[in-house]
């Protein structure tokens, strides 16, 4: 089974800091990785995803993530906040043997302050 | 990536009766997909909607209180049924174009039951 744990429901930044949100997962077989941003009244956008080519992943928005399987962590990461990164952000995973079913981890809220 | 339609986009409803809620893309795809989010929570999966065939439920799902359909590759429909407050969540459609690419996901229908 896998799952996904996302440290921190809430994370505070302010603009032009270092974004680093945190997500670790517990796969049995070789993972897919996705980061999805939530902006309110919205579905998810796909901000990057990892699908066993390069370890380190760029993604929309200047997003980045980095997957290290000796940590089993898949942490979002952004040089400088912006006030419109401001969401919510869901990690999930799914087995990379071509069945979708995505589990999500339980979110963590981006707050940007000026 | 396919432009994903849902409607409703929120709805208010009284308890006992049922919803349908529409999903439409602009182009096949292979594989849809419904998703619940209960208030403040993450994305739970109910149902891979089948095409020509009954959808694929989640532990926890059954038909009889979410029937899916899925008359084509470009169309899909959530049924609540018998609806109660504990169904007030937002609904997700999301669409993949193969079982190797990411999911892609409407805006989401609101629903209330009152």
């Known amino acids: 089974a896998q799952s996904v744990t996302q440290l921190g429901s809430h994370v505070s930044v302010s603009e032009g800091a270092l974004v680093l949100l945190r997500c670790n997962y517990s796969?049995?077989?070789?993972?897919?990785l996705f980061w999805y941003v939530q902006y309110p009244n919205q579905g998810l956008q796909l901000l990057l995803k990892y699908t066993s080519a390069a370890t380190l992943v760029k993604g929309i928005n200047g997003f980045e993530a980095e997957f290290k399987k000796s940590e089993t962590s898949f942490h979002l990461t952004k040089p400088s906040a912006h006030m419109s990164d401001a969401a919510e952000y869901f990690c999930?995973?799914?087995?990379?043997?071509?069945?979708?079913?995505?589990?999500f981890g339980t979110g963590t809220r981006l707050l940007v302050s000026p | 990536s396919a432009v994903i339609s849902q409607k409703p986009s929120r709805d208010i409803c009284q308890r006992g009766t049922s919803l349908t809620i529409q999903c439409q893309v602009d182009s096949q795809v292979t594989m849809m997909f419904w998703y619940r989010q209960q208030p403040g929570q993450s994305l739970t999966l109910i149902a891979t909607?089948?095409?020509?065939?009954?959808?694929?439920?989640e532990s926890g799902f059954v038909i009889d209180k979410f029937p899916i359909s899925r008359p084509n590759l470009t169309f899909s429909t959530l049924t609540v049924s018998n609806m109660s407050p504990e169904d007030s969540s937002i609904y997700l459609c999301?669409?993949?174009?193969?079982?190797?690419?990411?999911?892609?996901f409407g805006d989401g229908t609101r629903l209330s039951i009152l």
């Open positions: 999930a995973v799914t087995m990379n043997t071509g069945f979708q079913k995505l589990v």
């Open positions: 909607a089948n095409q020509g065939s009954e959808a694929t439920y």
């Open positions: 796969s049995s077989v070789p993972p897919y």
């Open positions: 999301s669409v993949a174009q193969g079982v190797d690419q990411p999911q892609h």
